[in-house]
């Protein structure tokens, strides 16, 4: 089969499409009607850097740098990112995809004011929103907390979040029940289901508010599940929440109405 190739005055112009005004490869496919491996080929040949997909892929610039240092803000949404957050691969790049109910969207909306206010929140005819952030430099620095790309397993985390309020009270946020009973002196009730290695980290975080906490991490059909009751529940939740300033608005006036029984 005989190789296709482009013209120098046609290339010239892809050239300076692609280099000058950011056109990506598959918008070249349709204006000069040459595939997608050619318009790679030619480009690499004519000793152009082609863009990673990250590059390619978006819109708008991302803050790269909101978790290279603890912050209550990057703290908390790491809480978050490991119960409700997944890392996706798309070709050499690795995308923050974070999935909720779209009774959470102002959540989305939070993270997205964090990261990159522009970056387009999608929603599903299952009831669910979700945002995603191509940003190889965002996930390694997630990584590098011990937040790994299988983070559904065991984790491995680095004390600046062991001992962090912010970081659990974004797993509460995420995977977590804050309840009550009518009935009996437990009426409080918090709850976090997760693997093995996080709850036990969260066990360390809160002997470090309570004295004698014991660990009672339990199985829970394929995972692991942590009860707390009564004053204990209460103690760690005013812990969590008390004068904070990031948080999922409806656990937050849960917690209230429970801290005001």
């Not at 009973?181 to 975080?205: A, D, M, P, Q, T």
């Not at 599940?225 to 004053?231: A, D, E, F, K």
Request: aromatic share 12%; hydrophobic share 30%.
């Amino acid at each position: 089969m005989k190789k296709v190739k482009i013209p120098s005055d046609i290339m010239k112009k892809i050239i300076n499409d692609y280099t000058l005004n950011n056109v990506s490869v598959p918008q070249l496919n349709k204006k000069y009607n040459y595939s997608n491996t050619v318009l790679y080929r030619e480009l690499k040949e004519n000793n152009i850097q082609i863009r990673s997909f990250e590059d390619a892929s978006r819109k708008y610039e991302i803050n790269k740098d909101i978790f290279k240092q603890i912050t209550e803000q990057s703290a908390y949404w790491m809480g978050f990112i490991v119960t409700d957050g997944s890392f996706q691969k798309r070709l050499n790049s690795y995308q923050l995809v974070i999935h909720l109910s779209n009774k959470d969207d102002n959540h989305l909306k939070k993270i997205r004011e964090f990261i990159q206010p522009e970056v387009k929140i999608t929603y599903t005819k299952e009831n669910t929103c979700r945002i995603a952030f191509t940003s190889n430099e965002i996930c390694n620095d997630i990584w590098k907390y011990g937040i790994g790309i299988n983070k559904t397993n065991e984790v491995t985390l680095s004390e600046d979040l062991i001992y962090n309020r912010d970081f659990w009270r974004g797993v509460v946020d995420g995977d977590g029940y804050l309840g009550y009973c009518e009935n009996g002196n437990n009426k409080y009730r918090l709850e976090i289901v997760g693997s093995y290695s996080l709850l036990s980290y969260f066990v360390e975080y809160c002997k470090t508010i309570i004295h004698n906490f014991k660990n009672n991490v339990k199985p829970h059909k394929s995972i692991y599940v942590i009860h707390l009751g009564g004053n204990t529940a209460k103690t760690i939740l005013k812990s969590l929440y008390e004068n904070s300033n990031i948080y999922l608005d409806r656990k937050k006036e849960k917690y209230e109405e429970i801290i005001a029984l």
